[in-house]
């Protein structure tokens, strides 16, 4: 994220930070803005929805901390965490308190970023018929993206007890300036939230046109990319995995994969260079812009990492002795460091095409279906890209445990336990500690959130 952008924040999830300026050539940050007041034109629009983008590739959102937090938190000692940082440490142990910054801080950057979608929506007026699809269709999709990450952190899964009564977090989906009581919200429902993520991603998936580069990306203002039909497609299909709604994610992976806009990378290092053909969705870092807290955590410092993240023995021989991916890592004295996230300004992955093949695999074979190609073939495809021995059959298990080698380190893993009733070592998926808690500075400013289960 900029740096005099971050600087303008103000604390609190319903804080406005909008972009404007007299003169419009001149785009300055300006604290607590009315939004009624803010937004004059297209181009205020525009700018505000260039603010979301920076925001959800913060590195306390998409920039890094959601993906480390699902695999920190899903982890039976695959890994090591070898770091400094307790807030980290707590992830990986399960041992999380209510005081915890690096959740306080996906809590707050995912709101402010919700906050800024928002205000572009209340403000589609401003835009012309002609342009306002493609706009609307990215801030919906900027809005759906981060409740979807917002319900799996801090609500139980969807399938442990009943959705329609257990808590995610407070949907609001219209701008918020200075805040008062009034703005003060009670949680909604798991089922209330996923039912707005549907939404949203069905809307952008409609109003979203797809992009030659078929990237989602987040830049400087001036240089922003936008939201693409296959990144809504995307990730319609992770939230319908999430759910078992296995018709629903076969049909959604399948969009992705027919219409033809993505490949599979030719080998699997190319997969994490910035010019892959096959990353749908992710966030773009340069040496100007952006973070890539993948590379901080993960990356060994021979490649401007802290390595405090180390892969263990008993994960790596999972692979294959043909499997190249079990052996993109980098070794550093006796310690493992995974390759993918080398570059300290590598693009950030959220979603890739090999997930889709997964994701389209998964369901087919629950559904005992082919749409697309058969689970065999979907998988094997992947394999094959790895150069790992071909499967003459498939099961499920061989498939899960296919998405646990090909999208390692990627944000994965604890959604993947939850939603098949999986165990973290001998803790049970539905366990009070693999939810995140309400980040205690909410629960004290205000009282009508309930705090999770298990925390105090």
């Not at 983008?53 to 901390?65: E, K, L, P, Q, R």
């Not at 996906?106 to 800024?116: F, M």
């Not at 240089?223 to 693409?228: E, I, L, R």
Request: glycine residues 8%; contains cysteine.
């Amino acid at each position: 994220m900029n740096t005099h952008i971050k600087n303008s924040l103000l604390i609190g999830v319903g804080v406005l930070c909008l972009t404007a300026c007299a003169d419009r050539l001149n785009v300055q940050p300006t604290q607590d803005i009315d939004a009624t007041q803010a937004l004059a034109s297209e181009q205020d629009v525009q700018i505000t929805l260039t603010g979301a983008y920076d925001g959800i590739g913060d590195g306390n959102v998409y920039g890094g901390a959601i993906q480390y937090t699902g695999d920190l938190l899903g982890d039976n000692r695959d890994v090591v965490f070898g770091g400094t940082f307790t807030t980290l440490d707590e992830l990986w142990r399960k041992t999380i308190t209510t005081t915890n910054v690096d959740v306080r801080d996906l809590w707050l950057d995912s709101y402010r970023a919700i906050n800024r979608a928002n205000t572009v929506l209340a403000n589609l007026d401003k835009v012309s018929e002609t342009n306002r699809p493609s706009i609307e269709g990215q801030a919906r999709f900027i809005r759906g993206v981060l409740y979807f990450e917002l319900v799996k952190s801090f609500g139980k899964s969807f399938n442990d007890g009943t959705p329609a009564q257990n808590l995610a977090v407070p949907l609001v989906l219209t701008p918020t300036g200075s805040v008062t009581e009034a703005d003060n919200r009670t949680r909604n429902s798991v089922a209330e939230v996923y039912a707005q993520v549907l939404d949203d991603l069905t809307k952008a998936e409609q109003l979203l046109a797809k992009n030659p580069t078929g990237v989602f990306k987040t830049a400087l203002i001036g240089n922003a990319g936008a939201a693409t039909k296959g990144a809504a497609q995307a990730m319609l299909a992770r939230v319908y995995l999430q759910q078992q709604n296995f018709a629903g994610a076969r049909d959604a992976a399948n969009r992705v994969i027919m219409d033809g806009t993505f490949s599979l990378a030719p080998t699997f290092a190319d997969v994490f260079n910035d010019t892959s053909p096959e990353q749908i969705f992710k966030i773009v870092v340069t040496d100007q812009d952006g973070v890539n807290n993948l590379n901080t955590f993960y990356a060994s410092n021979r490649n401007s990492g802290r390595g405090d993240i180390r892969i263990q023995t008993k994960f790596l021989d999972l692979y294959g002795t043909t499997d190249v991916r079990g052996s993109f890592i980098t070794r550093v004295n006796n310690n493992v460091f995974t390759s993918k996230f080398n570059d300290l300004y590598g693009d950030v992955p959220v979603v890739r095409l090999a997930e889709m093949y997964l994701a389209r695999a998964e369901a087919n074979l629950r559904l005992s279906t082919s749409v697309g190609a058969t689970p065999l073939a979907d998988v094997n495809r992947i394999r094959a890209r790895s150069r790992a021995t071909q499967l003459t059959a498939v099961t499920l298990a061989a498939i899960l445990l296919e998405r646990r080698l090909e999208l390692a380190f990627e944000g994965q893993q604890v959604a993947d336990i939850k939603r098949t009733a999986g165990t973290v070592g001998s803790t049970a998926f539905n366990a009070n500690n693999l939810v995140l808690p309400v980040p205690q500075r909410e629960i004290d400013t205000n009282k009508s959130l309930v705090q999770n289960p298990g925390y105090n």
